[in-house]
């Protein structure tokens, strides 16, 4: 899939087949992108393919066989590490026990147009070996191959109408060791599997969604990628936003949003929202101490109480359905985007723990509210 060398010389220009974008992070890991972790990984072509053919089965259960690093191995391409909901703006966030399998998943693209990739569960170790942890359902199919699912499970979604502004959610399967499309378990890891749905495949469509328990990828094609609006256009759409110079309503002062690179630190021009009535004012901490420290906040404009936060720029390109202007804004997290864009994500339900789902804002990854 990908080669560092590439990295290296620009002159060669290697094809894209795609990106790999990690829902809960907006545009960057808190910390900084650094090495195999980053919030959104491109799928190179390589210089000498890599791909594997299935071979020998063998079952090894010694403690040396499971000491095998997280994310040291050579055959990891890019590292993943749970999502924390909120976490890109706290640098601090504690690191939770990891429940990705250290080999979550193998991605293969086809080396020639139209550069089809498929996913497919489990990895690599050093050896060369698919590596299942020891509580991993198993089974022999009918042609006498092996397959398996990992110990949480790869869940795949695709999304019907493509990447689009007519999008719609699909249905949530799960994708076995050998590329087959099964039906979800009961829990994320009951050892009984689900049934295997013949007429669905696990090659990946612009906007599918990937699970790997404890965080979720979406893929976008590079022809996806290419019809998406850059950084660029969200940076005018902001630009153009500050410039109708909008007032609060009450305090009079001009709001403006913040520049993309301050996306965590709250300014004071930036616009606050009530998100019980939408009505956006600019910071202000009137009312008696009790109003101001407890979540819920009286609106000046309509009496209506509830939360009281910041908007925020969504500045991770590749989560737009479309270029529309950011008319609306998640809650309760107060990330905005396009309608469309709001629209869509909180239609899709998010695999959240063993085996409850939720819509989540997709800059920041929080459950989202209520009805609105």
């Known amino acids: 899939m990908f080669s560092p060398d590439q990295e290296n010389h620009p002159a060669k220009a290697p094809v894209k087949y795609g990106e790999l974008i ?4 907006n ?38 066989a499971a000491k095998i690093g997280r994310s040291t191995e050579s055959p990891i391409d890019f590292v993943v590490t749970d999502t924390v909901p909120g976490s890109q703006s706290n640098s601090d966030t504690q690191s939770v026990q990891s429940t990705i399998s250290r080999f979550a998943c193998r991605i293969i693209c086809e080396r020639n147009p139209p550069f089809t990739a498929r996913i497919y569960a489990a990895g690599f170790d050093s050896s060369k070996n698919i590596f299942l942890g020891e509580k991993a359902a198993k089974w022999k199919t009918i ?12 869940l795949v979604m695709h999304p019907r109408n493509g990447f689009t502004e007519d999008s719609k959610p699909g249905v949530w399967r799960e994708i076995s ?4 499309v099964f039906s979800l378990r009961e829990t994320r890891s009951a050892q009984q599997r689900g049934k295997m749905v013949e007429n669905e495949s696990n090659e990946l469509q612009d906007g599918s969604l990937i699970d790997l328990c404890g965080a979720t990828l979406l893929w976008r094609t590079a022809e996806g990628l290419s019809r998406t609006p850059t ?45 019980t009535c939408g009505h956006v004012h ?13 979540k819920d906040r009286e609106c000046p404009m309509c009496r209506s109480v509830g939360p009281y ?9 590749g989560f737009y359905v479309d270029a529309g202007p950011p008319t609306h804004a998640f809650s309760p997290c107060g990330h905005v985007c396009s309608e469309k864009t709001t629209a869509y994500w909180s239609q899709i339900p998010l695999p959240h723990g063993t085996h409850t789902f939720h819509a989540a804002c997709p800059f920041c990854a929080h459950q989202l509210a209520g009805e609105q």
């Open 143 to 154: 042609d006498g191959q092996m397959d398996g699912l990992t110990t949480n499970g790869v």
């Open 27 to 64: 545009g960057s890991l808190p910390n900084g992108d650094r090495g195999r972790r980053k919030s959104r990984f491109a799928l190179l072509k390589r210089l000498k393919a890599n791909g594997v053919k299935p071979s020998t089965v063998h079952i090894a259960c010694t403690p040396q």
């Open 309 to 317: 936060v910041p908007l925020w720029l969504g500045c991770e390109a």
């Open 22 to 25: 990690v829902l809960g992070y």
């Open 177 to 180: 060791v050998c590329g087959n």
């Open 231 to 275: 950084v660029k256009h969200l940076e005018a759409l902001r630009q153009e936003i500050n410039a109708a110079r909008p007032q609060c309503p009450v305090g009079f002062n001009t709001l403006a949003f913040p520049s993309m690179k301050r996306k965590d630190v709250v300014d004071e021009k930036q616009p606050w929202v009530y998100l």
């Open 282 to 294: 600019g910071y202000h901490n009137w009312g008696n101490k009790e109003e101001r420290d407890g």
